[in-house]
């Protein structure tokens, strides 16, 4: 437990809670790099995964608390000694392994949710953190739709987790459903009244159903609570989670009213940021606040004038304060590979021998077919560079487009191993090259979303592409990007299906947290 009263520890949990956002599975290997960029962000907790939901995030758990050097991992556990045992087991190689474990107090969870009665909730709190502890030191526990439960019975229920055991004590707004002042209070009052509070440290999770995520979040800390669970871009389930950078920076920027601090490295959230958004597919909208597009751009005239002037007329926090690199004209085809390094390391990209090797190449098969790379197009080349392809990947290609005929795209894939040859009409190439890329599938995916937007402008920009797949319940987000669009679109699809079939592995528990 912190000893400065105004070190508000930051718990992650983009791969746990962010990754049941719909479409947003993400393979180990992406899981992997995600977890080495949140320990380089300098996140104190990252929530690696539900470790019972199945073998693949059992595994993801595992190989992530193997990786990480000073992070803690932590696992999340049912109030049942089967999940606590598998996030146990999973945690073995962690150098600071938490168990997380939950289970429902509001009347109308345990009600309808878990058939319980309080009683019967009371006695699954005190058996599965005891056992929780006797396994871990370090155990969280957390009263799913806290903000929802009754007050004396919230009271009861952490005082007796604390007793069990419990070091941090975490008091959802599960469905996102109270207010900044309502939450602050319910934090001051369970300090105040639950009589061992002070041998815990309080938590914070908050959703976003009603757009107040970050702002009951912060309020929460003002209330006493000293630990905030969030994600990167604020993805997670439904309308998603509070955003870890919107804290950070409030944090920063507003010291005069909120004098808390927390170990972030706010110069590599934008790096941090393009790195969930590439492996999620999840584009980050423009206006969002710290990390989209237009976070620092100005076009008003008398906005562009002030700016000119003085940059604090109209930023309240630097570009730079986030990492973000302004766009310039400073590679070609001509460029090196040492000049290509040391673009990559200020865009905040750490590649191994091979993978630069790769990213080079790439590099200048782009140059050739742009006349100007952009530091985004550089972005999206590695990211794109980096995707797991699992079991299809795409080798040539063909598209026919004629105003007389029905289009027709043709393709040479590796198909696990073996080369195969494809070919479908359509309306049009994209729907004819979806229509054979369709015909490989394991299943009977669904196009849910077609989504295009240019890297960079002009006619040679490279195009990046968001393709929504479902199937039976599942969902997928498959990126792509490259100059041709078409192209572009047939590489977001196919990492749509290899990104579906890892789902498919995946059997998912009835409740999957807070």
């Known amino acids: 437990m912190t000893t400065d009263k105004n070190r508000v520890i930051i718990f992650d949990t983009t791969l746990r809670d962010g990754e049941q956002s719909p479409g947003c599975s993400m393979t180990l290997s992406e899981k992997l790099r995600v977890a080495e960029a949140l320990e380089h962000l300098g996140v104190d907790v990252i929530e690696a995964g539900f470790a019972i939901a199945s073998n693949g995030d059992f595994e993801s758990v595992s190989q992530v608390a193997g990786l990480l050097?000073?992070?803690?991992?932590?696992?999340?556990?049912?109030?049942?000694?089967?999940?606590?045992?598998?996030?146990?087991?999973?945690?073995?190689?962690?150098?600071?392994?938490?168990?997380?474990?939950?289970?429902?107090?509001?009347?109308?969870?345990?009600?309808?949710?878990?058939?319980?009665?309080?009683?019967?909730?009371?006695e699954h709190i005190v058996d599965s953190v005891t056992y929780a502890r006797n396994l871990c030191d370090d155990v969280e526990w957390s009263c799913e739709d806290g903000t929802r439960t009754e007050e004396d019975f919230l009271y009861r229920t952490i005082e007796l987790a604390i007793?069990?055991?419990?070091?941090?004590?975490?008091?959802?707004?599960?469905?996102?459903?109270?207010?900044?002042?309502?939450?602050?209070?319910?934090?001051?009052?369970?300090?105040?009244?639950?009589?061992?509070?002070?041998?815990?440290?309080?938590?914070?999770?908050?959703?976003?159903?009603?757009?107040?995520?970050?702002?009951?979040?912060?309020?929460?800390?003002?209330?006493?609570?000293?630990?905030?669970?969030?994600?990167?871009?604020?993805?997670?389930?439904?309308?998603?989670?509070?955003?870890?950078?919107?804290?950070?920076?409030?944090?920063?920027?507003?010291?005069?009213?909120?004098?808390?601090?927390?170990?972030?490295?706010?110069?590599?959230?934008?790096?941090?940021?393009?790195?969930?958004?590439?492996?999620?597919?999840?584009?980050?909208?423009?206006?969002?606040?710290?990390?989209?597009?237009?976070?620092?751009?100005?076009?008003?005239?008398?906005?562009?004038?002030?700016?000119?002037?003085?940059?604090?007329?109209?930023?309240?926090?630097?570009?730079?304060?986030?990492?973000?690199?302004?766009?310039?004209?400073?590679?070609?085809?001509?460029?090196?590979?040492?000049?290509?390094?040391?673009?990559?390391?200020?865009?905040g990209y750490q590649l191994g021998d091979n993978e630069f090797l790769s990213a080079f190449t790439r590099f200048k098969d782009l140059a050739d077919m742009k006349k100007a790379l952009y530091d985004d197009d550089i972005i999206a080349l590695v990211d794109e560079d980096q995707r797991d392809n699992d079991y299809m990947t795409l080798e040539n290609w063909a598209f026919v487009c004629d105003n007389d005929k029905p289009s027709r795209a043709s393709f040479c894939l590796n198909v696990d191993g073996y080369k195969v040859t494809v070919s479908r009409e359509g309306n049009g190439p994209v729907d004819a090259s979806f229509k054979a890329l369709r015909s490989l599938a394991d299943g009977e995916p669904h196009l849910q979303l077609y989504q295009v937007h240019a890297v960079t402008r002009g006619t040679d920009a490279q195009a990046e592409v968001t393709v929504r797949l479902e199937e039976d319940g599942r969902t997928v987000n498959g990126h792509g990007a490259h100059v041709d669009t078409l192209v572009a679109s047939v590489k977001a699809y196919i990492n749509a299906l290899n990104k579906l079939r890892v789902k498919r592995q995946k059997t998912v528990p009835a409740a999957m947290g807070e």
């Open 163 to 347: 007793k069990a055991g419990a070091t941090t004590i975490n008091v959802p707004d599960t469905v996102g459903y109270t207010t900044p002042d309502e939450y602050r209070l319910i934090m001051e009052n369970i300090i105040k009244n639950v009589p061992n509070s002070d041998k815990a440290v309080f938590s914070t999770h908050c959703h976003n159903d009603l757009g107040l995520a970050v702002s009951n979040s912060i309020a929460a800390v003002q209330g006493g609570a000293r630990q905030i669970e969030c994600t990167v871009n604020g993805i997670g389930e439904r309308a998603g989670n509070a955003a870890l950078e919107e804290i950070i920076m409030a944090f920063r920027t507003r010291q005069d009213v909120m004098p808390y601090h927390t170990g972030i490295i706010a110069e590599n959230i934008i790096s941090t940021s393009r790195l969930v958004s590439s492996v999620t597919g999840l584009e980050v909208q423009h206006n969002k606040a710290i990390v989209g597009a237009n976070a620092f751009a100005h076009e008003s005239g008398i906005h562009q004038d002030g700016m000119l002037k003085n940059a604090g007329t109209y930023e309240i926090m630097t570009p730079e304060s986030v990492g973000l690199k302004k766009s310039e004209l400073v590679m070609g085809k001509h460029s090196g590979r040492h000049a290509f390094r040391e673009k990559l390391k200020d865009l």
């Open 69 to 122: 050097k000073e992070t803690s991992v932590c696992s999340l556990a049912r109030a049942s000694r089967k999940d606590i045992d598998r996030a146990a087991e999973a945690l073995k190689k962690a150098v600071r392994p938490r168990i997380h474990t939950f289970i429902s107090t509001s009347p109308l969870h345990m009600k309808y949710k878990l058939q319980m009665t309080p009683e019967e909730v009371i």
